[in-house]
């Protein structure tokens, strides 16, 4: 390998593992928060299953359940600082111009993905569990294990959280050129298909209803990004024709 070459590359490696060790401390620090808080999250967690009861049958399954949410929390927690890391770290091969765009999506990544997980737990996950608790009740009674009800909902509200990003996504992408609302208007057929197999796969059920509940939103989410593509490209077309 060129001298040259291998300089520069070697920089970026020392600069990336600086920035994943920042990263690390970071999630450990909120982890560590979220753990003094693990209780009122349980508490949090456990409302959409109403009256239900839980179990645990073994001796390590509580503390491993504690340590899963804190670190869940923990990850949400030092989200903002993890996107800001990364951002800084493909910053210098960026415009000017696109690290503008950049800076004013991070706000958004966070908002939305925060309304993501509002409407996975008031919306989505109440109607899910009721199914899932009552389904077969008059032929066996629950014994709902507490790890797989954590892990159930924790799954599905970020799931619902990350793709409540998707205006957020195309919107970049058309501000930068790699997309534009007609090429995302031509794919809406397939982004329909697709909405119904992602709501299939995140909701735990087999019921039509919540899937669609997850479907609805995600092509309501899809038709607000060719709005926005569209939006985007006419203040670009704006720009240019005033320079």
């Known amino acids: ?24 401390i970071a999630v450990v620090i909120t982890t560590i928060i979220s753990f003094i808080f693990a209780d009122n999250i349980l508490t949090i967690l456990k409302y959409p299953a109403g009256n239900a009861s839980f179990i645990f049958t073994e001796v390590t399954e509580m503390i491993g359940i504690y340590m899963r949410v804190s670190l869940t929390g923990g990850i949400i927690l030092a989200m903002p600082y993890i996107i800001y890391e990364a951002i800084m770290f493909v910053s210098p091969a960026l415009t000017r111009q696109e690290k503008k765009y950049v800076y004013l ?17 008031f919306v989505l996950v109440p109607p899910a569990m009721r199914f899932l608790l009552t ?18 909902i924790t799954r599905l509200l970020l799931a ?45 059920t087999f019921d039509p209803i919540n899937q669609t509940l997850v479907a609805v939103p ?9 709005w926005l593509a569209w939006l985007v490209e006419k203040k670009k077309r704006e720009i240019t024709a005033t320079e």
């Open 105 to 121: 999506v991070v706000p958004w990544v966070a908002l939305m993905f925060i309304g993501g997980v509002i409407f996975g737990y």
């Open 218 to 226: 995600l092509i309501i989410l899809y038709e607000m990004s060719i």
């Open 1 to 24: 390998m060129n001298t040259d070459l291998k300089l520069p590359f070697l920089g970026h490696l020392r600069e990336l593992r600086s920035r994943l060790t920042r990263c690390i």
């Open 160 to 204: 619902i959280g990350l793709v409540f990003e998707l205006p957020v996504v195309t919107t970049l992408m058309a501000r930068i050129g790699v997309i534009s609302h007609r090429w995302l208007a031509n794919k809406r057929k397939i982004a329909i298909l697709l909405a119904f197999v992602a709501g299939a796969i995140i909701t735990p």
């Open 135 to 152: 389904f077969g009740k008059d032929i066996a009674t629950p014994q709902i294990k507490i790890g797989n009800y954590i892990s159930v």
